[in-house]
């Protein structure tokens, strides 16, 4: 079985910068996508930023030039680069691998961002 282990989040300053990591271990097969999910307090899950196997990336609209989505597939291992961090950026952050983003997939135990004075 495959085993998300996620790192990086922490409390930042507005305008800050953080860089989250993933790493999977365990029994891995072909995994084609690898996705970052985020869930703030009373509100559902979203998705963030997702790449797939050939690289092509999909960011929500809130993220759009601030993040930046990338992958190490020799290490099976997917970031999240975050720049300009606002407060609404607050949430837990969660990883996912799987075939694609539309069937159940891995996810990571998920790592608190807070973005605060």
């Known amino acids: 079985q495959v085993q998300l282990v996620e790192s990086g989040g922490g409390l930042v300053q507005p305008g800050g910068s953080l860089r989250l990591s993933c790493a999977a271990s365990?029994?891995?097969?072909?995994?084609?996508?690898m996705a970052w999910y985020r869930q703030a307090p009373g509100k559902q899950r979203e998705l963030v930023a997702a790449?797939?196997?050939?690289?092509?990336?999909n960011y929500a609209d809130s993220v759009k030039g601030r993040f930046t989505i990338s992958r190490d597939n020799a290490r099976n291992t997917v970031y999240l680069q975050m720049n300009s961090l606002k407060p609404e950026d607050t949430a837990v952050y969660y990883c996912?691998?799987?075939?694609?983003?539309?069937?159940?997939?891995?996810w990571g135990q998920g790592t608190q961002v807070t973005v605060s004075s």
């Open positions: 996912f691998f799987g075939l694609t983003i539309s069937l159940p997939g891995t």
């Open positions: 365990g029994t891995i097969f072909r995994i084609n996508a």
């Open positions: 790449i797939t196997s050939d690289s092509s990336t």
